[in-house]
């Protein structure tokens, strides 16, 4: 299982890659394995308002559908598209593809997200 180190992680297995006042989020290489094959994926849509852990989307596999929150209240400015005709690309490369782009409203809500070191702990505590 990858982990990368100068993300922000969830214990809902959300990562957040945070570039200036904007936060790209994806999940993690454990929710990808523990969904298996990813076959659709449905996000807000741009101009939605999310408070920190709310639904931001869904994501189905062929084992089972799962919602996604957010990790960081903000405004979605941009979603990723290829993933409406590719969803697959969340299980080839978790972490090089984002799903949500918010620009954040509150970056003190970082601080209670998990380093790359507290998520990997967190991991091997469920498996």
């Not at 969830?10 to 936060?23: F, L, P, Q």
Request: charged residues 25%.
């Amino acid at each position: 299982m990858q982990i990368i180190e100068g993300l922000y992680y969830t214990r809902d297995h959300e990562w957040v890659r945070v570039e200036g006042a904007e936060a790209y989020i994806g999940i993690t290489d454990y929710a990808q394995q523990a969904l298996g094959d990813i076959v659709y994926v449905e996000l807000s849509e741009i101009g939605t308002v999310l408070n920190q852990e709310e639904t931001f989307g869904t994501v189905e596999s062929v084992k089972a559908a799962s919602d996604m929150y957010i990790p960081v209240s903000g405004t979605v400015t941009r979603t990723n598209e290829d993933l409406a005709d590719n969803p697959a690309l969340v299980n080839d490369d978790p972490f090089g593809t984002w799903m949500v782009c918010v620009e954040m409203s509150n970056t003190k809500e970082l601080e209670q997200l998990l380093s790359a070191s507290a998520y990997k702990e967190l991991c091997s505590e469920v498996e």
